[in-house]
């Protein structure tokens, strides 16, 4: 348990809760229900074992924060995940109703462990060791195999690899959802095109034999689809979207739309993940305003992916 402010808001509470839950008590010093509730819920935090993070604001105090979550009364608990308010509670609960509170929200300690396993693997692949990365990832996929961020990971390491067997198997059941995730979609797009280069004759074109038959006819989408696929397989996935986009601009729906579902694969795939709790109004994701005017700049990356977003969007309307 700490005490927090709107000083360290930010940090112990908005950041946090995008690893572990956190879970905010509103009390003051003269409320003597916040003063039955607190040691039920220190108990609580200390019998989870760090499933969830517990922090008490006091309102009295910190009034913008408690007008910034509409507390009304106290106590209130207010449960954050991911930045965000998902549930919460009022008044001075025992310690099982505090329980099944929490039981309904926070992932079980198998889903801990195999997060705590994949976030060492993104530090192995941030170190080159992408064998001991992979090691990781599979040990967290085999405590948690619901875990989509140890399995995205697990995949996209086995691609780069070029086991396009092993990758189609570990997609399997992402695949077997419905709707099928995106970023999953995303990958299956990816190893369509690998396999597409070792499976099809014009795997082994020069790209000028592409552009010769493409000279002769604007509308053989066949072989720009192709082309499309051999640009993605080497990694030239800019000009693998102007390709796409060509015949998308010709004929949205030609293919079943395959060529706007590879275009859209490609600008998952390259979308780095949010490491931010902020969204580019200067607010934090629970709504407190903490940069003022700020204007968030866009690296290099999501400016081209904003673009080929907006040619995209043109391309449809």
């Known amino acids: 348990m700490m005490d927090v402010t709107i000083q360290n808001f930010e940090a112990e509470v908005i950041e946090a809760s995008m690893s572990t839950p956190v879970l905010v008590d509103f009390w003051a010093p003269w409320c003597g229900p916040c003063k039955s509730l607190g040691p039920v819920l220190e108990k609580v935090e200390t019998a989870y074992e760090g499933r969830f993070k517990l922090v008490k604001i ?21 449960l954050l995940m991911n930045g965000q308010p998902v549930d919460g509670f009022m008044g001075a609960l025992p310690e099982g109703q505090v329980k099944q ?11 801990l462990q195999a997060q705590a396993i994949a976030e060492a ?9 992408e064998q001991s990365a992979r090691a990781a990832l599979e040990q967290a996929l085999a405590t948690d195999p619901g ?15 070029g086991e396009l067997a092993e990758a189609s198997a570990l997609l399997a059941p992402t695949l077997a959802r ?19 280069v070792t499976t099809d004759p014009r795997g082994d074109w020069e790209l000028a034999q592409f552009d010769e038959h493409i000279a002769q006819n604007k509308r053989d989408f ?31 729906t030609w293919d079943n739309e395959a060529p706007r579902k590879t275009y859209i694969a490609l600008l998952e795939l390259m979308t780095p993940p949010k490491t931010s709790a902020q969204d580019a109004t200067g607010k934090s994701a629970g709504g407190i305003e903490l940069m003022g ?25």
């Open 293 to 317: 005017k700020a204007a968030l700049q866009e690296d290099p990356l999501l400016a081209m992916i904003s673009s080929y977003r907006r040619k995209l969007s043109m391309a449809l309307n």
């Open 58 to 78: 006091d309102s009295d105090q910190e009034q913008q924060l408690a007008q910034a979550f509409g507390i009304k009364s106290i106590p209130t608990c207010v």
């Open 147 to 161: 875990n989509d961020d140890a399995r995205f990971d697990l995949i996209k390491l086995v691609i780069g690899h």
């Open 178 to 196: 419905f709707p099928v995730p995106l970023r999953f979609e995303a990958q299956a797009q990816w190893i369509q095109a690998l396999e597409f």
């Open 121 to 129: 693997a993104q530090q192995h692949l941030q170190a080159g060791d």
């Open 101 to 111: 509170f929490l039981d309904k929200h926070l992932p079980p300690e198998g889903a």
């Open 222 to 252: 066949d072989t720009r689809f192709a082309k499309s696929r051999l640009l993605i397989a080497a990694g030239q996935w800019e000009l693998a979207m102007d390709e796409l986009l060509e015949i998308i601009m010709r004929d949205k």
